[in-house]
C-alpha cells in the first residue's frame, strides 16, 4: 500500500513538471472585416487549435490581439506593425484578401506568419512546381478558386450570353480584375458585364441586358443586405452562381459551388501549421495548397421560381438544397377551383355543345316539315314568229309572265315520327353531354389527385436525397477518422446517385401531371401551376358522414343495394339509350302505319303574263282569249301501297336496333353494379391502408433516427441504417397514395352516383345523407 501511494506521488510530481515546462505561446489574429459569424468560428478555430497543440504549449488568445482593417489598406499595415512590435506575440494568423496583400508585400518576416484565405487561382503568380512559400517564417493555407473555372462550369450548366459579374469594389483596387477578366472571356463565347458593388442598391438598373449572374461580391454585407441582393437577382429571373459562402446558396442563389466540410479541415491544417511553428518546424517548407472536394448546391426553390431550365444529367451530379415544399407558381389550385374551371374552360364539354346545339337544329328542321312553302317565278319568251303567227293568239312572240306557288303539307306520317324521333335524339344529346360533364368532372379530381400523388413523391424523393446525403457525409467523417472502411463511403455514393435519380424521375413525373391537369384546364401547357390539399368543411363533412355509413358492416349491404338504385337512377348514360330506345320504338311504329296512313296536302298556284307582243298576239274574231291573271287550287293525297318490300325490312332493323339498345341497357346496368361493388371495397381497404400507414410512418421515422445514431456511434453497419431508410420512406410513399388514392376511390363513387358532394351546397349535402339513412337504417 505505502509502494503504491509513493508512485502516485511521483506520477502527479512527474504531470506536474511537465506542466511546469509548457510554454506559453500568445497568437494574433489578423481579420478583414467582421461578418456575423466571425464570433461563432473564432470559438470553433481556439477551440481547434487547443486541442491539437495543447500538448505541446499554452495557447493564449488576448482579444487585444484580434484586430479587423475594415477593408482599409492603411489599418491592415499599421495592424500587422502593431503586431510585429507587440513583445507577447509569438505568431500572427492573418486572413482576408487585404491583410494577406499587404504581409505578402514584405521580404522577410521576423516573427512566423500563417496567411490563410481564399486566393483566386486568376490572381496566384506562383510557379507550377511550387508548393512550399520558400521564405522563412511564412507559410500559406491557400484554398484555389477561379473565375474562369467557376465561369465555364455555370456556361456547361446554363449557357448564358451575357452575364453580370458583380465584385465587391474594394477588391477592384488591390487586383486586376478587369484585365483578368477579360483574358478569361477570350476562351468563352460569351459577353460579360462588370458591376462592382458596396451595397445592395449598387446593382439597380444594371441587370437589364443580362441572362445571368455570377456573384464574387457581398461577403461582408448583412444577412439583410445579401438577402436584399439575392431577391434583386431572383426578381428579374436571373439564374445565379457563386462559389462564397455556403449560405448564399440557402439565401436564394441559385447554384453554388463550396467545399465539403471545409470547416473542420481549414482549422485542422490551421491548428497543425501553428504545432509546427511551436515546435520549432521550417514554415518555409510547409505546403501552401489544402486540396479539397467540391460540392456543386442547387437551390430547387429558386430553381421553381425562376423557371430555370433543369438539365437532368446535371442533377445527378448537384446537391439539392432549398425548400422543394415552396414551389413557384403562377395559379394554385384546389380541387373545387379544378371542377368550376373545366365545367368552364373544357374544351371536350364545349365540342360536346355543340352536339346539342346541333340536335336542336334537327329538331327545328323535322318541324319545318308542316311550315309552307311559298315561291315565285318570273319568265321572258320569244317565239318563232312563223310559229307565233299561226298559234291564234295562244303563244305570242314576244311574252312576259310570272307564278306564285303555293304548297303546305296538312299530315304526314313520315313528318310526324321525324319530330318526335329528333327530340328523342336532342334528349340523348342532352343526356350524352352531362355524362361527359360528369366524365369531365372526374378526369379533372383524377388529375389532381395525380398531382398532389405526384407532388407527395416529389417532397418524400427530396426528403429522402437529404437524408442520404447526410448519411454519405457522416460515412465520410467517419472513414476520415478511420472508424470505418472505404467500402461505406462507396455503398452511400452509390445510394446518393439513386436517389438523386429518383428525385429526378420524381420531378419529371410532377410536370407531366401538371402537363395533364393544364391540358384539362384548357389552359397553355407551360402554365407554372401548383395543387394543394384544400378541401372544404362542408366538403370533408360530407365524406365522413356518408364513409360512416359505408365503414358499419350491418348496414353495408343496405348501403350499396342504395348506391346501386341511385347510380342507376341518375346515370346518364341509361337516360340517353332510353331515348334512343323511344327513337328507334317511333321509327319502328313509322315503318307499321304508313302503309295504312296517308300523306296529305294542299297545293296552289296563281299566274300572270305581264306582256304580249309581236306576232300572235291577237286572237281571231270570235275567240276569247285566256285572262293575264288565273289560279288553281287542289289537295294531294298519296299513300303507298308496296314499296319493294322496304317498309318491313326497315321495320325489322329498327326492331333489331331497339333491341341491340336494351341489351346495351342491361350491360350499363351491370356494370353499374359491378363498379359500386369495386369501388366500396376499394374504399374500404384504402381506408385500413391510411391508418395503418400512419402507424408504419411514425414507427419507421422513429427507428431511422435510431439508427442514424447507432451508425454514428459505430453500433451497427451500413446496412441496417440503408434497410432503415428505404423503410421510413416507402412508408411515407404509401402513406401519402393510400391517402390520395382514398379520396379518388370516394370521388370515383360520386362519378358512378352522378353526384359530386364538393358541387353541392351543405344543405343539399345533408338532405342527400338524409335520404341514404333513410332508405338504409331500419
Do not use: C
Not at 500538448?55 to 484586430?67: G, P
Not at 360512416?548 to 350491418?554: A, Q, R, T
Request: avoid cysteine; charge should be negative.
Amino acid at each position: 500500500m505505502k509502494k503504491k501511494f509513493i508512485l502516485l506521488i511521483l506520477v502527479i510530481s512527474s504531470f506536474a513538471g511537465f506542466a511546469q515546462q509548457q510554454k506559453d505561446y500568445h497568437i494574433a489574429i489578423l481579420g478583414d472585416k467582421l461578418i456575423p459569424e466571425t464570433d461563432q468560428i473564432l470559438v470553433q478555430l481556439k477551440d481547434e487549435i487547443k486541442s491539437v497543440v495543447g500538448q505541446s504549449a499554452n495557447i493564449i488568445f488576448k482579444d487585444s490581439f484580434i484586430l479587423l482593417n475594415d477593408l482599409n489598406l492603411d489599418k491592415a499595415k499599421s495592424n500587422y506593425e502593431e503586431m510585429l512590435a507587440a513583445k507577447d506575440v509569438d505568431l500572427i494568423l492573418s486572413f482576408g484578401s487585404i491583410n494577406n496583400l499587404v504581409i505578402a508585400k514584405n521580404k522577410t518576416f521576423p516573427k512566423p506568419v500563417i496567411l490563410f484565405g481564399v486566393i483566386n487561382d486568376d490572381f496566384i503568380s506562383f510557379p507550377e512546381s511550387q508548393v512550399a512559400s520558400n521564405i522563412p517564417n511564412l507559410t500559406y493555407i491557400l484554398t484555389p478558386q477561379s473565375y474562369k473555372r467557376d465561369l465555364l462550369q455555370f456556361k456547361e450548366i446554363f449557357p448564358y450570353r451575357k452575364i453580370g459579374i458583380v465584385i465587391d469594389k474594394y477588391l477592384m483596387d488591390i487586383y486586376p480584375v478587369k484585365n483578368t477578366l477579360d483574358q478569361i472571356f477570350n476562351d468563352i463565347t460569351a459577353e460579360y458585364q462588370l458591376i462592382p458593388i458596396d451595397k445592395a442598391s449598387d446593382i439597380d438598373g444594371k441587370l437589364e441586358d443580362l441572362d445571368a449572374i455570377y456573384l464574387s461580391g457581398g461577403i461582408f454585407f448583412t444577412k439583410d443586405e445579401q438577402l436584399a441582393l439575392v431577391e434583386k437577382f431572383n426578381a428579374k429571373k436571373l439564374p445565379t452562381f457563386t462559389s462564397m459562402d455556403e449560405h448564399f446558396s440557402n439565401y436564394g442563389v441559385l447554384l453554388t459551388s463550396q467545399p465539403i466540410n471545409n470547416l473542420e479541415q481549414f482549422f485542422r491544417r490551421i491548428a497543425l501549421n501553428i504545432e509546427a511553428a511551436v515546435n520549432g518546424d521550417n514554415l518555409s517548407q510547409l505546403p501552401i495548397y489544402m486540396d479539397i472536394d467540391a460540392k456543386l448546391s442547387l437551390n430547387i426553390e429558386t430553381a421553381f421560381q425562376i423557371n430555370f431550365p433543369l438539365k437532368y444529367s446535371f442533377l445527378l451530379r448537384t446537391n439539392i438544397v432549398g425548400n422543394a415544399k415552396r414551389i413557384s407558381y403562377q395559379k394554385r389550385y384546389t380541387l373545387p377551383e379544378v371542377m368550376n374551371q373545366v365545367l368552364d374552360q373544357n374544351l371536350g364539354l364545349k365540342a360536346e355543345q355543340k352536339n346539342i346545339e346541333l340536335a336542336s337544329q334537327e329538331v327545328k328542321l323535322s318541324k319545318s316539315e308542316y311550315l309552307p312553302d311559298l315561291s315565285t317565278s318570273a319568265s321572258a319568251t320569244h317565239l318563232d314568229p312563223d310559229l307565233a303567227k299561226v298559234s291564234n293568239g295562244s303563244n305570242p312572240e314576244y311574252s312576259t309572265s310570272g307564278k306564285v306557288t303555293f304548297e303546305q303539307l296538312i299530315f304526314s306520317e313520315q313528318a310526324s315520327a321525324n319530330i318526335k324521333i329528333q327530340k328523342e335524339i336532342e334528349k340523348a344529346s342532352k343526356e350524352n353531354y352531362n355524362s361527359k360533364e360528369k366524365d369531365a368532372i372526374f378526369n379533372a379530381g383524377y388529375a389532381y389527385y395525380n398531382a398532389l400523388i405526384s407532388k407527395a413523391n416529389f417532397l418524400i424523393n427530396d426528403e429522402n436525397l437529404r437524408v442520404t446525403r447526410q448519411n454519405y457525409e457522416i460515412a465520410q467523417q467517419k472513414y476520415d477518422a478511420g472508424q470505418t472502411g472505404k467500402s461505406d463511403v462507396l455503398r452511400w455514393k452509390s445510394e446518393l446517385a439513386r436517389a438523386t435519380q429518383n428525385i429526378v424521375n420524381g420531378y419529371t413525373s410532377l410536370n407531366q401531371s401538371f402537363n395533364e391537369l393544364n391540358q384539362i384546364l384548357n389552359n397553355p401547357i407551360d402554365l407554372r401551376i401548383d395543387v394543394i390539399d384544400f378541401e372544404s368543411k362542408n366538403h370533408k363533412e360530407g365524406h365522413i358522414k356518408f364513409f360512416n355509413l359505408l365503414d358499419d358492416p350491418f348496414l353495408r349491404e343496405r348501403f350499396t343495394h342504395f348506391i346501386e338504385d341511385t347510380a342507376i337512377e341518375n346515370a346518364h348514360e341509361l337516360k340517353s339509350l332510353q331515348h334512343n330506345i323511344s327513337a328507334s320504338k317511333r321509327t319502328e311504329l313509322l315503318y307499321q302505319r304508313s302503309k295504312f296512313l296517308p300523306t296529305i296536302g294542299l297545293q296552289g298556284q296563281y299566274n300572270h303574263t305581264f306582256s304580249r307582243d309581236g306576232k300572235g298576239t291577237n286572237y281571231p274574231t270570235g275567240f276569247t282569249g285566256a285572262p293575264d291573271g288565273y289560279y288553281n287550287v287542289g289537295v294531294q293525297l298519296s299513300l303507298p301501297i308496296f314499296q319493294k318490300n322496304q317498309r318491313n325490312i326497315k321495320r325489322q332493323k329498327s326492331f333489331i336496333q331497339r333491341e341491340q339498345l336494351n341489351i346495351q341497357k342491361d350491360d350499363a346496368i351491370v356494370s353499374i353494379k359491378r363498379n359500386v361493388h369495386d369501388v366500396i371495397l376499394s374504399i374500404i381497404s384504402q381506408y385500413s391502408s391510411i391508418e395503418l400507414s400512419k402507424v408504419s410512418t411514425e414507427a419507421a421515422k422513429e427507428s431511422l433516427e435510431l439508427m442514424q445514431v447507432s451508425y454514428t456511434n459505430g453500433a451497427i453497419g451500413i446496412t441496417s441504417l440503408i434497410d432503415s431508410q428505404q423503410a421510413y420512406f416507402q412508408a411515407q410513399q404509401q402513406q401519402a397514395n393510400a391517402t390520395y388514392n382514398f379520396q379518388l376511390s370516394i370521388l370515383q363513387l360520386e362519378r358512378i352516383m352522378s353526384y359530386f358532394f364538393i358541387l353541392h351546397s351543405e344543405e343539399e349535402n345533408q338532405a342527400f345523407i338524409n335520404r341514404v339513412k333513410e332508405k338504409i337504417v331500419r
